[in-house]
Nanobody
């Protein structure tokens, strides 16, 4: 069983930066593609960014491309989401997600992810 724990959310002003961190348990982390999703009130959970098991391949939603960067450290079982130039529309609960072990390719569909963290709130004021 894999457990994911997010941290780093908070309240910031438009234009500020935040870095979210996701700590993963389990021995198969390096074989598993990871992703970040977000959900704003009244909206469906949407894909933000994804990274392959090796870290060599990434994918981003158009709304965050050029502002957010996903990375991972397989030695530390950690996935990071660096968020720059934050906008009020980035306000949401952000979730870390992991695919099944040995599913190493990036995925953008939430149904491709098996493991989910509890979420961390990001609020961007104008």
């Amino acid at each position: 069983q894999v457990q994911l724990v997010e941290s780093g959310g908070g309240l910031v002003q438009a234009g500020d930066s935040l870095r979210l961190s996701c700590a993963a348990s389990g021995r198969s982390f390096s074989t598993t593609a990871m992703g970040w999703f977000r959900q704003a009130p009244g909206n469906e959970r949407e894909f933000v960014a994804g990274i392959s098991a090796s870290g060599f391949s990434t994918s981003y939603a158009d709304s965050v491309k050029g502002r957010f960067t996903i990375s991972r450290d397989n030695a530390k079982n950690t996935v990071l989401l660096q968020m720059n130039s934050l906008k009020p529309e980035d306000t949401a609960i952000y979730y870390c997600a992991g695919r099944s072990p040995y599913s190493g390719a990036v995925a953008v569909d939430k149904t491709d992810y098996k493991y989910w963290g509890q979420g961390t709130q990001v609020t961007v004021s104008s």
